[in-house]
């Protein structure tokens, strides 16, 4: 059974800083991992995905890595900015023929001015 | 283009009675997937619907819930009798393709 963690559960940062979002998922046979993002009282946005054949995938100052031999994925934000405050999920798909997807419980990132 | 949208935003019942909550997906989506998360736990999957039919409602917690999508269009999700324990946040998504999923705002569900 797919277990999907993130670690921190909260995390607060200075403005300008660059950090660094972990999720490690039990079983290694995974489709792709995604990455979402949650504004309050709204719903997710994806950010970006990454099939099983990659290693990494960026978009604008976000870029995801995959590492299936060790479980583990990473978001990468660069110069934060207090508009990236939200809260971000990781997400695994064990295969083509699901749409289920398995969800750590989230980073909740504030960055301050 | 509309998003996806729920209805109603936030539902207070008392533990016994009947919720039904509904689910708009982008028009053209055939797959539209209900998500719960309850409070300090993850979201996690409970059906998955192409067009019509279920294709996957191996997350459905008990046969308290009923998830119906007549038509293919709308979906349904209701829950009968609540309890305490199911209170939370339901997500509904869809897609066209499996992997570019559009979330809608969720449905705020307490049980009193």
């Known amino acids: 059974k797919q277990e999907v963690t993130q670690i921190p559960a909260a995390l607060s940062v200075p403005e300008g800083e660059n950090l660094v979002l972990n999720c490690s998922f039990t079983?290694?046979?995974?489709?792709?991992l995604q990455w979402f993002r949650q504004d309050p009282g709204k719903g997710l946005t994806s950010l970006l995905l990454?099939?099983?054949?990659?290693r990494e995938q960026t978009s604008g100052r976000l870029n995801a890595s995959l590492d299936k031999s060790s479980g583990r994925s990473t978001l990468y934000i660069a110069a934060s900015q207090p508009g990236d405050s939200a809260t971000y999920l990781c997400a695994s798909r064990r295969s083509s023929n699901t749409g289920k997807l398995i969800f750590g419980q989230g980073t909740t990132l504030q960055v301050k001015p | 283009e509309a998003g996806v949208t729920q209805f109603p935003s936030h539902s207070v019942i008392e533990k016994g009675q009947t919720v039904t909550l509904r689910c708009d997906p982008i028009?053209?989506?055939?797959?539209l997937y209900w998500y719960r998360r309850v409070m300090g736990k993850e979201i996690k999957f409970l059906l998955h619907f192409v067009k019509e039919s279920k294709q996957d409602e191996s997350g459905m917690p008990n046969n308290r819930f009923l998830a119906e999508r007549t038509g293919g269009t709308y979906s349904t999700l209701k829950v009968q009798p609540a309890e305490l324990e199911d209170s939370g946040v339901y997500f509904c998504?869809?897609?066209?393709?499996?992997?570019?999923?559009?979330f809608g705002p969720g449905t705020r569900l307490t049980v009193l």
């Open positions: 998504a869809s897609s066209q393709d499996r992997d570019t999923l559009f």
């Open positions: 990454i099939q099983s054949s990659q």
């Open positions: 079983d290694s046979a995974i489709y792709n």
């Open positions: 028009s053209g989506h055939d797959n």
